[in-house]
């Protein structure tokens, strides 16, 4: 979504133009952008975000996130969110 690209852009024209509104909108406007589209694709398939593999896959990758967070924070150690 070109909406989620122009956050940074909204953000310094908002701070330029002294006027916060914007900032306040956005997130109900993505929010809104993103249940139209995802009603959208349950009945036209071709504009799903995920196949059913990739839901599979990521589910599997959030499970495997989960399970090993709790290890992390006993041994102290901070988990990174990606690695470079």
Known sequence: MNMLAGWPRLVESAGEEHEPYPVLFYPY???AAFHGRWSKSKDDASVRFLSAAAAARFALVQAAATSIRP???IMGVTPVE???
């Open 29 to 31: 406007d993505v929010a």
């Open 82 to 84: 990606e690695m470079r």
């Open 71 to 73: 290890d992390f924070e």
